[in-house]
């Protein structure tokens, strides 16, 4: 396939305002987003990309998971379609960058084309996946995970939030069920990117244009349950205490060694941690937290969960505890496509911009995507590794490069018709 020249730009002032513009729908209390999936900001968010994509021509298909399809025509009707993009919905305190980026920076390569006149063989379509961050609705990524047969619709519209509101009734609520059955055109797909930033501080730090995403890394989440029981503080003996709190804590320095036995790719910790009673004179009876494990390698993964558990067991047998654990979540790592790698590769070298290889730390949409297109991933630095945090930041250079890489690597796919 002919790759474009190396002068072909986007526009960063256009992408950046439209970034900022974005950012005003559904603000957060500290300068980020508070844009949670399915609600009323979201339909908002929504409405005005939609917006925008009709405004740079595109048309748009809605499926029944609330997946946005914006679609540019090729020359070819019958030409599989390059995918681009990422999500709108944010963290609860989220930032204006995670997964808007990618959105965005989809329309921009649209506009690009349409500004130099530049007509591709193949389709693109700017996609915006529902409910990537799985905040409300857990798990994250759930639509691209119906989309590729992950998950079944059913199971995701009986999930429930906080408040008992099921995802089905509230994507039914805001007026974005579509009527294009998720995941019908999944075997029509020449290929997926996504720009994301990196929400890690290895690009920065070095001072890398670009990361180039190789693999995804493994994610491993077991709820752990310690049962002992509740006692007065200063009423019960230290030898005859059952406390469920110390043996967290215990088992916490034993997910730290784990993780750093797989040094430096593998990372763990519990990041959902309940107490009970959680009262200042009672010895806490329950501890229920969950271990996150993470690693490139399926096999690394498998023995840090072997291990956690054959660990965590023994301290509790020890203490006179009882222990429990339930897979509550997971995915295998995950190896993007060598030829989707490479055209982004190729981009940055053509753009002259600085790069390296990067093990994606976090669960994105093009993880899902790749069990059923050929997909890879683009990065760009972000302040100090910060995300999901409303001070999450990047500059109009990153962006810059990030979504020139991106358009390179989407129009070299589509191919440009002479």
């Known amino acids: 396939m002919a790759a474009p020249g190396e002068n072909l730009r986007i526009n960063p002032d256009r992408l950046w305002d439209s970034l900022m513009e974005m950012a005003k729908v559904g603000p957060g209390v500290a300068g980020g987003n508070n844009r949670q999936t399915l609600t009323d900001a979201d339909a908002q968010g929504r409405r005005l990309f939609q917006s925008w994509c009709e405004e740079a021509g595109m048309t748009m298909a809605v499926d029944t998971m609330g997946n946005m399809f914006m679609t540019r025509p090729g020359s070819d009707p019958d030409a599989p379609p390059v995918y681009v993009g990422s999500h709108l919905d944010t963290q609860p305190t989220g930032g204006k960058y995670d997964g808007v980026l990618g959105v965005l920076g989809g329309l921009e390569v649209v506009r690009s084309l349409n500004d130099l006149g530049i007509r591709t063989k193949h389709p693109i379509v700017v996609t915006n996946w529902t409910n990537e961050e799985g905040t409300r609705f857990a798990p994250a990524m759930l639509s691209s995970g119906v989309f590729a047969g992950v998950h079944t619709q059913e199971e995701a519209y009986a999930k429930e939030d906080a408040e008992g509101l099921t995802f089905g009734g509230e994507l039914s609520r805001i007026g ?186 976090a669960g994105h949409d093009a993880c899902w995507i790749n069990r059923v297109a050929p997909t890879a991933m683009v990065m760009c630095p972000c302040v100090d590794g910060l995300s999901h945090n409303e001070a999450e930041e990047i500059t109009r250079d990153w962006a810059k490069a990030g979504c020139d890489v991106l358009f390179h690597a989407v129009v070299e796919t589509a191919e440009i018709v002479e």
């Not at 491993?220 to 709190?245: E, F, L, Y």
């Not at 023994?314 to 222990?323: F, P, V, Y």
């Open 176 to 361: 974005w069920v579509g009527d294009e059955e998720a995941g019908a055109r999944k075997d029509r797909m020449r290929a997926f990117f996504e720009l994301h930033i990196e929400q890690g501080p290895i690009l920065e730090a070095e001072g890398k244009d670009i990361g180039i995403v190789t693999h995804g890394q493994g994610l491993s989440w077991t709820q752990v349950t310690v049962t002992g029981k509740d006692a007065h503080t200063g009423s019960t003996p230290m030898p005859m205490r059952k406390n469920a709190g110390l043996a967290m804590a215990r088992i916490l320095e034993l997910v730290d060694e784990i993780a750093w036995s797989h040094a430096p790719h593998a990372v763990g910790a519990a990041g959902h941690i309940d107490i009970s009673p959680n009262s200042r004179n009672v010895i806490p009876g329950k501890a229920v937290f969950t271990v996150d494990f993470r690693s490139p390698d399926v096999a690394v993964i498998r023995d840090m969960e072997h291990r956690l558990k054959t660990g965590a067991q023994k301290i509790c047998e020890d203490m006179g505890l009882e222990a429990a654990f339930e897979k509550v979540g997971g995915f295998d790592p995950v190896t993007f496509d060598a030829a989707c790698v490479t055209a982004i590769r190729n981009a940055a070298d053509r753009l002259g911009y600085s790069h390296r290889d990067i093990i994606s730390g």
